[in-house]
Each structure stands twice: as structure tokens, then as C-alpha cells.
């Protein structure tokens, strides 16, 4: 069973940056998924075992998500935030590739998942 340790949440002004990490044991599908309180789970990016990236539009040219294969860890680096980027932030695997449709529609379909870190933008 895969585990996913999240880090790196914290709170800025809008137009700040923060860079998310999540270390785990070598899965190779993975993604960053938030929810803030009161809405439902959302996809925000995901990275396949090629390297294949794909992006919720709300964060396209904002946010990168990146592997270091060697380290196992997997970041988000989010740039010019904005106050409705406030969420828990999750780190989600599985061993299987997930279609991005699936993601985007469900916020969900990995199999395992960090417990999350908090990211808090305020205007």
C-alpha cells in the first residue's frame, strides 16, 4: 500500500507562491487534488509514469506539477494565488493510470491518498 506524506501547505497573500510536496513509495499515476470546506473534491492536476501533465483550467499557468523520480517525491508549484485556491490540498497514487475525465469529473479514482495539507490565500 502506497503512502503519501504531504507538505509544504501554509498561508499567503494573493499573488504569493507556495510549492507542495508529497513523498511516497514509487507509484508512478499521481495527482493533486483540494477541497475547500463546504464544496466538493476537485481535481487540480495530475502526472502520469511518461511525464503526460494535465490541469484543472482554474490553475492552468499557474500551477506545475512535477516528479523527481530519483527522491520519490512529487511537487505543486503554485504561483499567483488567489483566495479561492484555499483548500486541503491531497496527494493521491495508484499504480493504474486514471483518465484525467475521471479526475476532472469526480475529483476522485486513485486508490490511496495522503492526509492533506492546508493551503490558505487571503486577499
Known amino acids: 500500500q502506497a503512502k503519501l506524506v504531504e507538505s509544504g501547505g501554509g498561508s499567503v497573500q494573493a499573488g504569493g507562491s507556495l510549492r507542495l510536496s508529497c513523498t511516497h513509495s514509487g507509484t508512478q499515476y499521481m495527482a493533486w487534488v483540494r477541497q475547500a470546506p463546504g464544496k466538493k473534491q476537485e481535481g487540480v492536476a495530475a502526472?502520469?509514469?511518461?511525464?503526460?501533465?494535465n490541469y484543472a483550467d482554474s490553475v492552468k499557468g499557474r500551477f506545475t506539477i512535477s516528479q523527481d523520480n530519483a527522491k520519490n517525491i512529487l511537487y505543486l508549484q503554485m504561483n499567483d494565488l488567489k483566495p479561492e485556491d484555499t483548500a486541503m490540498y491531497y496527494c493521491?497514487?495508484?499504480?493504474?493510470?486514471?483518465?484525467?475525465?475521471?479526475?476532472?469529473?469526480?475529483?476522485?479514482?486513485?486508490?490511496?491518498w495522503g492526509q492533506g495539507t492546508q493551503v490558505t490565500v487571503s486577499s
Open positions: 502526472i502520469d509514469a511518461d511525464g503526460t501533465t
Open positions: 493521491a497514487a495508484d499504480q493504474d493510470p486514471i483518465p484525467w475525465a475521471v479526475l476532472a469529473a469526480t475529483g476522485g479514482g486513485y486508490n490511496y
